[in-house]
Structure formats: C-alpha cells, structure tokens
C-alpha cells in the first residue's frame, strides 16, 4: 500500500498575484527524501460546479459559449462559480436558473473533481438535477450563451467525440452513464436515463 501521507514540508511562501478569483504563489517545499522544490500554485477562492439537468422525457441542456484562453467555442452543462465559502448546491441552483430557467426539485451530486492538482487546489463538485420545471433564463448580461436541448444519450456521445472537451461536463456525463448502467441511480431518475 502507498503511504497516503503528505510528503512536503513548506519552507516558505511568496504571493505574487490576488485577485478576487485566484491567488498566485510560488512555495518553497521539501519532500519527505530531503529534496527541496520550488512549487507555482494557483489558489482559488471560488470552485467551479457543472449541473446535468435531466427532463422527464430524457434530454439534457448544453450550453455553448465563446471560451477566451481557451480561445475557442465550447459546448458545455450549465456550469459556474461561487466563493469556496458558499454551499455548492446552492451555486449550483442559481446556475441552472440563470443559465437555462430550469429550476429542480430533485438534486444529487455526483462527483467533486480535482481540476488540475499539480498546479491549483481547484475543486469541482459536478450534479445531476432533475423533476424539472422551466422558467425563463437570467444569464449575466456579459454572457453570450446559446442553449442546446438534446437527448442524454446524444450529450454522452458528445462526450466521448470530443465535441464537448470540458472537463468537468465530460466527467460529469460519464459519471451519470456509469452510474444509470450499474442501476445506482434514484430509480425517478432511472426511468428519464431509459
């Protein structure tokens, strides 16, 4: 068995950058084999959710959006952000309203990624929604979304070829897939994944 155990001693710690999202350091650590390195990490503030909204006939919501560092467009689950102070259900509710109008009754959360973990602390915690009931959409005015409804099984496929490259919706597509093949899903949620 590996030893779980953190390895690396901090020696020290530099801040370069603050912003209201990420701070920037550079550490000075040590390993537990006497090996000192110097360590750039991005420190976040905020996490980042990603929400797949299930609807009783069995589709899903993409969203497509102009990606700037990406620079590219990128087709993607209702995703956002909140302050790591905030309850993750709760970004995640007003994410899915915002971006699609869509308000659930029934909410699960599937998986909390590790973004990128040998450069930043980021997490992603990533849900399925369901019992859905559609309102009107409120996206922030910077926000140039178009929204997609499409089968989940359609949205999987996207996945998997490469037509949908964020992370945390592919994780979160193959994590729901996974886990309606192995039946551990609620079963109300079962029947719309069928």
Not at 9 to 16: H, I, P, V
Request: charged fraction near 25%; charge should be negative.
């Amino acid at each position: 068995m590996p030893d779980p155990s953190n390895p690396w001693t901090t020696l020290s710690t530099q801040r370069f950058y603050e912003s209201r999202y990420v701070d920037v350091d550079q550490d000075e650590v040590r390993h537990r084999s006497g090996t000192d390195h110097p360590y750039t990490a991005l420190r976040f503030r905020i996490y980042g959710i990603a929400v797949l909204p299930i609807f009783a006939d069995g589709t899903t919501y993409l969203i497509g959006q102009y990606r700037y560092l990406a620079q590219r467009y990128s087709w993607e689950l209702p995703r956002g952000s909140g302050l790591k102070s905030a309850v993750p259900l709760e970004t995640a509710k007003r994410e899915l309203k915002e971006e699609t109008g869509a308000v659930a009754g029934q909410w699960l959360e599937v998986l909390r990624l590790m973004v990128s973990p040998g450069i930043t602390d980021e997490l992603a915690p990533c849900f399925v929604a369901w019992d859905l009931e559609q309102g009107t959409a409120e996206p922030d005015p910077q926000e140039d979304l178009a929204v997609r409804r499409l089968p989940f099984g359609e949205a999987v496929a996207a996945a998997l070829d490469g037509t949908i490259s964020d992370a945390a919706s592919v994780a979160t597509l193959l994590a729901v897939q996974a886990r309606a093949a192995a039946n551990t899903l609620p079963a109300d949620l079962l029947t719309r994944l069928r």
